[in-house]
């Protein structure tokens, strides 16, 4: 075992076990440590539904192909925890990852604190000790009381709000979205991406109270697809830039949140590499080289880890655009997501389901809970033993087909280790 992996095991155990939204805790073990977060290179912060990680990945890209140095720090990870925390454009080393944590770990105590918190904490001490231009922040939750909301930001961005983490953020839009908007900081310019009206509303609300200027997309920028080119458009002037390289039309949308960021920024010139140079893995993820295309017998292999409704469409848009073949969905959701709602608009573009639990997650809904729920939307769903039982029915059934893993982060994790 990792010296990271065995601390970040102990990490595991500390009380509160479960997301408890508070600031109280960040703030008590970042003065412990010394307030890092004072310390960061300047901070670009990005809250909203879908799209947070593909925008900071994005922004990323451009920022790098401008020749800065950049830290980021996303969440979940996929395959090994190193993936949250990249320092000046690399992972974090094993060495790194493995001081910092056990720094926070010492300076924490006994005093009670999240997994998320403390290891949020290490990352921002990371961060504070190692050169760089940029620091970008995931949110992980929320954005108000999310462990990210201690800093004092460059920037701001706000991907699309949809209904997700009800339990934590409220049964509304409107209730969901104020909890977006809570990363709004006096006088700290905000980009917008495409909102409901609803969602909108609250935030320009927010935004008003706190003295944030906005640019809001379809009001102060523009962004859309033109043939096979990405055409935005703002007050600064209009770009033509070559197609996102992440596949699905939500990512027209994605692109133009980064894009906005970099000219709020001052990189507009990093533009074209945030679009063509973009790695984001599951995310409509094409699986070449893996041990499930042995399964597969010339299947194409898709993974994406969207999880709740507006995911659901993403993907489904996704598909509608792809060249026409038949599509069989291997689906595994975690118990807290809204399954039924997820399938709904995937229910014209799969041929069928096969449902499995995802494995080392105790939050995860059983096949036959996940099929139960794809019935309910109109999919022929089968429960199986695993996603390698899955993908060989599948191509054993219907021969040529396209075979799309998704449902959640989770189960893409488990399948990217494999590999």
């Known amino acids: 075992m990792a010296r990271s992996d065995a601390v970040l095991e102990r990490l595991m155990a500390l009380h509160p076990k479960v997301i408890d939204l508070s600031l109280d805790r960040m703030h008590r073990l970042l003065a412990a440590l010394g307030h890092p977060e004072r310390d960061l290179p300047p901070v670009v912060h990005v809250a909203g539904t879908n799209g947070k990680g593909s925008t900071v990945a994005t922004i990323r890209a451009g920022l790098e192909g401008a020749g800065e140095r950049v830290h980021a720090y996303t969440s979940p990870h996929l395959a090994r925890f190193h993936e949250r925390i990249r320092l000046g454009g690399a992972l974090i080393a094993e060495d790194a990852l493995a001081d910092v944590l056990a720094e926070c770990e010492a300076a924490n105590g006994d005093a009670p604190i999240t997994y998320f918190e403390i290891t949020t904490c290490a990352a921002l001490l990371a961060f504070a000790r190692t050169p760089a231009d940029w620091t970008l922040l995931e949110v992980g939750l929320g954005g108000r009381l999310d462990a990210t909301n201690v800093i004092a930001p460059r920037l701001c961005a706000i991907t699309p709000v949809a209904m997700d983490h009800q339990a934590f953020l409220g049964d509304t839009l409107e209730a969901i979205a104020g909890e977006k908007a809570g990363i709004l900081k006096r006088g700290v310019p905000c980009v917008v991406g495409p909102q409901e009206d609803e969602a909108l509303a609250v935030i320009e609300d927010r935004a008003a109270r706190v003295g944030a200027p906005l640019r809001i997309h379809g009001q102060d920028w523009h962004v859309g697809r033109d ?193």
């Open 227 to 419: 043939g096979d080119r990405l055409v935005f458009q703002d007050g600064d002037g209009l770009m033509d830039l070559p197609l996102p390289v992440l596949p699905g039309p939500h990512q027209i949308g994605n692109a133009g949140i980064a894009i906005a960021a970099l000219r709020a920024l001052g990189r507009a010139g990093g533009a074209e590499a945030a679009v063509t140079r973009t790695e984001w893995p599951a995310r409509m993820q094409r699986l070449t080289g893996h041990p499930l295309n042995a399964l597969a017998h010339g299947a194409e292999l898709w993974l994406d880890g969207g999880h709740n409704p507006a995911a659901g469409r993403a993907v489904a848009d996704t598909l509608a655009a792809m060249p026409p073949r038949a599509t069989h969905a291997v689906a595994g959701l975690l118990r807290t997501k809204d399954a039924a709602g997820y399938f709904a608009p995937l229910a014209s573009r799969l041929s069928g389901v096969r449902t499995v639990s995802i494995p080392g997650e105790a939050a995860t809904l059983s096949a036959d809970e996940t099929a139960e729920a794809a019935n309910r939307a109109g999919l022929a769903a089968v429960p199986s033993a695993n996603v390698e039982a899955a993908v060989g029915d599948i191509a054993a059934r219907a021969p040529g087909a396209r075979i799309l893993i998704c449902g959640s982060l989770y189960l893409a994790g488990h399948v990217l280790r494999m590999g």
